[in-house]
């Protein structure tokens, strides 16, 4: 790998690991999600030191070029973040409809009182 490409691929592992760690400790990304994040990054840190790295999975992978194993990193990572998006909008769709439920038995229970007591 060219030494341009090292160093720019370098700065952005970094900064996409800075980027996270602010954003956690701002409290705008929540831990849950960080982690995700933050290995990718990592991940893309090792992978520009050791090029070597990559190579050998690439031709584990089976793929022609580095490019394209990169390539299919980075659709595996969209499927990942896809899923835990989806577990989570799971998750509170659940809390949703019983929050839904309860307001829904305490409305009911509150009209039962207030009738109870005008009479």
């Known amino acids: 790998m060219p030494i341009k490409q ?12 800075v980027f996270t760690i602010e954003m956690v400790r701002k409290k705008r990304l929540r831990e849950e999600y960080s982690v995700l994040w933050l290995a990718t990054s990592f991940t893309m840190f090792v992978l520009v030191i050791k090029y070597d790295w990559l190579v050998a999975l690439t031709h584990i992978v089976g793929a022609e070029l580095p490019t394209s194993t990169l390539f299919f990193g980075s659709i595996i990572f ?4 896809a899923v835990q998006f989806s577990i989570k909008i799971s998750k ?6 019983d929050l839904v439920q ?4 305490m409305r009911h229970e509150f009209e039962r009182l207030k009738k109870g007591s005008e009479q």
């Open 92 to 97: 509170l769709s659940d809390q949703l409809k």
């Open 6 to 17: 090292q160093i720019f691929a370098l700065v952005v592992s970094l900064l996409v690991f």
């Open 102 to 105: 309860d307001n829904a038995l």
């Open 78 to 81: 969209l499927i990942l973040l």
